[in-house]
């Protein structure tokens, strides 16, 4: 058997989109997977799709109780935690900044922020208890930040807030646990191809053609390229790599001429 199979693998908000993804990656990877979602029936659903030996786990990542009740969980069907991808997450509210609310603002930082926290927490208690490999390995943990977490999103206050501090969390605790053989990572995406996004195009709420326009590769990512990041950075072949940002947001972040320098996106050559 496959050396990896031993190996476990968690990702919050598993059930759609780049969770799922990752999921998926994962268990192509040979790790056995348990994927952490809030909502009942798509969790159980994604394990019984993806089938054994991975299971699905009901959790409420902003609640302390839900979260040691879901890593008991894991501990007690996989004796074992590798790797942590902090994904859960949830949108913002929409508006002029005048018109938004506290509760509305607190609940974006609880899912994104104190969630990736108490994860983290959680999973680093096991970790930290677990016997290193033979290059001093105990474990890796993946958060998901954002292009907000560098520029600025008009609006956006409590989602460029959270993830801001996810990735200032990220080295935080890249630096407290290296020498425990804990790496700590973040990738941060741009514009991503999910099922909410396809959506929110539909109905009209979400400019696609303008996303293309302001990205240098002409295009949102699709949730398998976010994924392959995430498993990179996550397994051994990222084995010296700790405290890092990865933006996987097709050049956004590293764009700053104006739009026009762009060619139109009907003139690029799109893979």
């Known amino acids: 058997m496959d050396a ?19 999921v998926q990656r994962w268990a192509q990877e040979g790790y056995r997977v348990a994927l952490l979602d809030l909502n009942v029936d798509a969790v159980q659903a994604r394990a019984t799709e993806l089938g054994q030996p991975h299971i699905g786990v009901v959790c409420d990542v902003a609640s302390e109780a839900s979260v040691a009740a879901a890593i008991a969980a894991v501990m007690s069907a996989f004796g074992r935690i590798d790797a942590l991808v902090n994904n859960a997450g949830i949108g913002d509210q929409a508006g002029a900044t005048v018109a938004q609310n506290v509760e509305a603002f607190d609940r974006v930082l609880a899912v994104h922020l104190r969630g990736t926290f ?8 096991v970790m930290l208890e677990a016997t290193p490999d033979a290059g001093g390995a105990r474990g890796s943990i993946v958060n998901l930040g954002s292009i907000a977490s560098s520029i600025g999103l008009p609006a956006r206050n409590a989602y460029s807030a959270a993830k801001a501090g996810i990735v200032g969390m990220t080295r935080a605790m890249a630096s407290e646990w290296a020498r425990d053989g804990i790496r700590v990572n973040a990738v941060a995406p741009g514009y991503v191809r999910t099922a909410l996004v396809v959506e929110l195009e ?5 400019d696609a053609k303008g996303i293309a326009h302001r990205t240098p590769l002409a295009r949102m990512a699709e949730p398998a390229e976010i994924a392959e990041a995430i498993i990179f950075l ?6 010296y790599i700790t405290g890092a940002v990865l933006p996987v947001d097709g050049g956004w972040t590293a ?5 026009a320098a762009l060619r139109p996106v009907a003139e690029q050559v799109c893979a």
């Open 4 to 22: 990896r199979m031993n190996k476990v693998a968690v990702v919050t908000g598993g059930a759609d989109g780049i969770g799922w993804a990752t």
């Open 118 to 125: 108490l994860v983290s927490q959680a999973v680093a208690r």
């Open 202 to 206: 539909r109905k009209g709420a979400l």
């Open 234 to 239: 996550g397994s051994n072949r990222a084995s």
């Open 255 to 259: 764009f700053g001429a104006p739009e």
